[in-house]
């Protein structure tokens, strides 16, 4: 088992690992705006959420860091994510999206 790390920062990312990896994206945040990355959707039965993690990127006030979203491969398949950078209150008004096409061998 391996772990892939993949910075998000397009609208659209390709990732290719094999079964039983886990795949860590990590997304440019600062939730100090009130704007959070968001999970969108059902997770495809080939993958298996493993945790949801905010990464600091420093100890000044307000700064920004990285929200990790982690999963396993847990069959073969191609698996679509859909991420969404919105405030929790305002979930239909996103101001970034981003799919994450996720293909386990």
Known sequence: MAEIAVVISEPSTQVRVHVNDE?????DENPTTGFVWLAKGNVPPSLVPKSTDFKPGGLAPGAGGRREFSYVCYSRGISELRFELARPWQPDQPLKVSLVNIQCD
């Not at 795949?23 to 997304?27: C, D, K, Y």
């Open 23 to 27: 795949v860590v994206l990590r997304f």
